[in-house]
T-cell receptor, first 114, second 111 residues
Framework: DAGVIQSPRHEVTEMGQEVTLRCKPI?????LFWYRQTMMRGLELLIY????????DSGMPEDRFSAKMPNASFSTLKIQPSEPRDSAVYFC????????????FGQGTRLTVV | GENVEQHPSTLSVQEGDSAVIKCTYS??????FPWYKQELGKGPQLIID?????GEKKDQRIAVTLNKTAKHFSLHITETQPEDSAVYFC??????????FGAGTRLFVKA
């Protein structure tokens, strides 16, 4: 397996624009997590899915953020409208047993909102 | 909720020396303690983990110790090498499907 695949690797957008980040988890993993990493706040869990169903989105900062998982092999994180404070590295991770075993992270998407 | 504190935030060592990173947690129900290494431009990657029924685990130059009574666990890297330079995260899992990460330690190994 190629691991968790995220796209794009880098995204630069203007304030107010819609941004969509994409993730392909490892095949067979039932859990998918979206994290945001910043210098100030470290790694923050935004939302996670189990078998394509959102279980806990309490980490999503605002209604401008939304996430979907239409099938077992694809998830999106959307920010609309984007703001400069959304600039961060966004990671997708997947695993088989939630927090009880290793989480496999993607390479991340570095988002810059200008 | 669960809280994980990690120290130090930055650690600089000479090549060949040992490095120790410590974490404390608050929830006594925590039962899984992974350590992740994040290299520049990459996602975190598991390097070692320990479960609550074990006090110590070793894998070549890295080891993790767990003190459940004191609610702390530590990462030990011996004979450090420049390629060990990275950010290291401790984490805990209590239940409810969430992994709680520490704030990270930036390790510099000087050649």
């Amino acid at each position: 397996d190629a691991g968790v695949i995220q796209s794009p690797r880098h995204e630069v957008t203007e304030m107010g624009q819609e941004v969509t980040l994409r993730c392909k988890p490892i095949s067979g993993h039932d859990y998918l997590f979206w994290y945001r990493q910043t210098m100030m706040r470290g790694l923050e869990l935004l939302i996670y899915f189990n078998n394509n169903v959102p279980i806990d989105d309490s980490g999503m900062p605002e209604d401008r953020f939304s996430a979907k998982m239409p099938n077992a092999s694809f998830s999106t994180l959307k920010i609309q409208p984007s703001e400069p404070r959304d600039s961060a590295v966004y990671f997708c991770a997947s695993n088989q047993w939630a927090g009880r075993t290793e989480a496999f992270f993607g390479q991340g998407t570095r988002l810059t909102v200008v | 909720g669960e809280n994980v504190e990690q120290h130090p935030s930055t650690l600089s060592v000479q090549e060949g020396d040992s490095a120790v990173i410590k974490c404390t947690y608050s929830d006594s129900a925590s039962n899984y303690f992974p350590w992740y290494k994040q290299e520049l431009g990459k996602g975190p990657q598991l390097i070692i983990d320990i479960r609550s029924n074990v006090g110590e685990k070793k894998d070549q130059r890295i080891a993790v110790t767990l003190n459940k009574t004191a609610k702390h666990f530590s990462l030990h890297i011996t004979e450090t090498q420049p390629e060990d330079s990275a950010v290291y995260f401790c984490a805990t899992y209590t239940g409810g499907f969430k992994t709680i990460f520490g704030a990270g330690t930036r390790l510099f190994v000087k050649a």
